[in-house]
């Protein structure tokens, strides 16, 4: 579930994107300050809650993180519009130190990678990655399902010519990182950087 918020360019409009849309064919319904984008079975896709500032403080430009009082304040929006469904709070940063862990590679592909990623979880998660510097070993940054990318793109479980990838492992230029390198390959992090750590840029940076 990502919440996103952008004033200046969409309104007072907080988007609820539960899954990725594209290639999807979309229906709305609105009661209220509230929207409902759903696809033709009637599985919801989406929520629009719009003048949300006026539910509670708001800012942002792009992916935010709101508490558990501020989704309570959503769902009570929801209900009183005759909605039965949910909103979570997010669980957790999306933005994360990751540690490659295995890397295989991928039977369909020249140049994929199936990695196994340490995440400060359980058990490692798998994320298919085609960076030329991804090693066993290496220390980076993995956006997690749930991550709102700063160009937009939206981060969800897939496919990767059939093998499964949860995640995605990010070059400082897709991070849009002050002083990024403008050539292909993930971060390189520093070896003391603890695997399932928040991503910090201002610490675990430097260009």
């Known amino acids: ?17 539960l899954q990725d849309t594209k290639d999807i064919k979309r229906d709305v319904e609105r009661k209220g300050r509230v929207a409902r984008v759903f696809d033709e079975a009637g599985k919801t896709l989406a929520w629009n809650i719009f003048d949300v500032s006026k539910l509670f403080a708001i800012g942002g430009a792009g992916q935010v993180f709101l508490s558990e ?14 909605f039965t469904e949910q909103l979570t709070a997010n669980q957790g940063p999306v933005l994360v130190v990751g ?4 890397m295989v590679d991928h039977p369909d592909s020249d140049h994929l990678h199936i990695c196994q990623v340490e995440i400060g979880q359980d058990s490692p998660v798998q994320i298919v990655c085609g960076a030329p510097n991804a090693a066993k070993g290496l220390k980076t940054v993995a956006a997690l399902p749930g991550a709102m990318m700063p160009d937009g793109s939206l981060i969800f479980p897939g496919k990767l010519r059939g093998e499964d990838s949860f995640g995605m492992l990010c070059s400082a230029r897709e991070l849009q990182l002050p002083n990024a390198p403008q050539v292909r390959g993930i971060i390189e992090l520093s070896a003391d950087a603890v695997a399932g750590q928040a991503f910090d840029a201002d610490k675990h940076w430097t260009a």
């Open 1 to 17: 579930m990502i919440f996103a918020y952008n004033k200046e360019q969409v309104g007072d409009v907080l988007m609820v994107i």
């Open 69 to 82: 009082e501020q989704v309570a304040t959503l769902n009570a929006e929801l209900a009183k519009e005759g």
């Open 99 to 102: 540690e490659i862990l295995e």
